[in-house]
């Protein structure tokens, strides 16, 4: 199961602006002469241009055909080339052993658990081997999943109801012991739990867990 985000409904800069994590990966990736990059539910293009703009031969895929065309206009306007694609993530267009480096932000999550391993499977499948990926994932310990009283799909899957793009988008959620779990075959570089905590009409903590990985 895979649902594109409405893209037509966000309201949101902070979708325009690369996260800080990517100038990280930029460099590092950098460092070790990788070429070759997956921007992987890449949205409106963000990272891509990035990633295009700092050297790096791009390849950029979406559920969401909106989004793509935004990110196409956008590569034109700042004068850098990104391959771009519409596909679904559960079965990726791309050859196998293609990539050097794989750049996943808030994406992998919306799927159910089956699926997940899906998706784990096919980022495996298109990096090469020794290339890497930083991947972020839901955490169970954040509100959404226990405290927003979303209806539930599986265990570890809710589908978020509320105004805005992810209206009706499955949310799978992970603790360290399903990490360790799922990325087996896998090393993981690090792990990092983050909290992100947003000031509205009260206080909400969103977690993730940041992981940067190489295929084995």
């Not at 899906?118 to 999943?145: D, H, M, N, P």
């Not at 603790?175 to 206080?203: A, M």
Request: with cysteine; aromatic share 14%; charged share 25%.
């Amino acid at each position: 199961m895979s649902k594109e985000w409405n893209w037509e409904k966000n309201k949101l800069d902070k979708w325009l602006t690369p996260s800080i994590e990517s100038y990280y990966y930029v460099n590092i990736w950098k460092s070790k002469n990788f070429k070759k990059i997956l921007d992987l539910g890449c949205g409106l293009g963000r990272h891509s241009i990035l990633f295009a703009q700092s050297g790096f031969v791009v390849d950029a895929c979406d559920l969401s055909s909106y989004a793509i065309v935004h990110l196409n206009t956008w590569a034109k306007t700042e004068n850098v080339s990104v391959n771009t694609k519409v596909c679904d993530m559960l079965e990726l267009p791309y050859e196998s052993n293609t990539f050097d480096a794989l750049f996943a932000y808030h994406v992998i999550s919306h799927t159910t658990t089956k699926d997940f391993l899906k998706v784990i499977s096919e980022i495996k499948r298109v990096l090469k081997k020794e290339g890497e990926a930083f991947i972020t994932l839901c955490s169970k310990e954040t509100w959404s999943f226990k405290e927003a009283g979303y209806p539930k799909i599986d265990e570890n899957t809710v589908i978020k109801i509320e105004d805005g793009p992810e209206n009706n988008i499955p949310h799978f959620y992970v603790d360290l012991d399903d990490i360790h779990k799922l990325f087996s075959e896998f090393e993981l570089l690090s792990v990092r739990h983050i909290d992100d905590i947003f000031y509205t009409d009260k206080v909400n903590h969103s977690k993730h867990y940041f992981l940067h990985l190489r295929r084995k």
